[in-house]
């Protein structure tokens, strides 16, 4: 039987071309700085990023938490949103490893505004409580099910962070999704942040990686900290060379996953014992709630049939579209979906 795998867009597999690209890549040792491929994959980024430098790393985690140990020091709190994956899916690194705290505020749809976030800053004159260092947003966010972070509420926080002198970092994790479907450039999004983190490994379908980008100063300081939290890599151009594949050739994939993801839920749309807001389905990522049925027996039951779908907890299901599923494959997920909902 053919799985169709919908649980995540990291389930991808290197096409044969992206192998190719791998197999031909020119190495060095890159905690010499010596990889070429890597050396070439973090200027292209920094490039697309419209940032000085950037830094290749092995997961969007580190990325992130390598971001956030910068931007702060012990003590110091971090807001965002309570959905964010720094809060809900970073196993507490935050806490463990840069001694900070975690502010989450609940947002919109995982937007938070510049008004919810006025109000959880620390006020200076407080010594007993944390000091408010950054802000962090996700784009796309992927707990809100791939919302597109509006550039307007983007560019009130920029405001906000400078008028507080704080710092604001993007979990770009999918930002490559957001510009497909706004057409706003990686750098106009990146330009309000201090420091961005963007994966390779998501809808781009590389097999790892993640690439931070700032300033020179933020980076340089970035390389010694990768370095220090086990994350020196030495030929790793091998990987660097699918990431790079993967950002010259797979971008222009984005927008085809985001139509099957609306396709979905508007079939979706159709179950009474379904209830998904087809409006909130702007990228690749869609969840929806089951109304009347145990979200665990779904799953099981579309399993059963072929189709892998992700629970979210609390009778959310979550579909994730990606570049391994074809328009046949569309077809056969709602067949399957249309058998276990009736
Ligand atoms: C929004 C977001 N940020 C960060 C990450 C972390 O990426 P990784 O799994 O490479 O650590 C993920 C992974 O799913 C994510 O969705």
New binding site residues.
Partial sequence: MKIIDLR?D?VTKPSIEMRKAMYEAEVGDDVYKEDPTVNRLESYTAELLGKEKALFV???????QICLNILTHRNSEVICDIG???FQ??SGTAAASSGIQIYPVQGKNGIITPELVRAAIRPESAYYMPRTKVVEI?N????AGGIIQPIGNIQALAHLVEEYGLAFHL?G??LWNACAETNISPDEYSKYFDSV?V?L??GLGAP???VIAGEKGFIDEAFRLRKAWGGGMRQVGIIAAAGLYALENNMSKLKADHQKAKLLAEFLNGFENVNVNVDLVQTNILAFELKNINDADFIQKCKENGLLVGPMGNGIVRIVTHMDISDDDITQAKSILSKVLN
Wanted: overall charge neutral; glycine content about 10%.
């Fill in positions: 995540s990291t092995p997961t969007g985690l580190m990325g992130n964010s994956h720094i899916y970073e996700e796309t966010h992927n707990r979990d994790a999918r983190s994966c490994s998501k790892i990686g993640s």
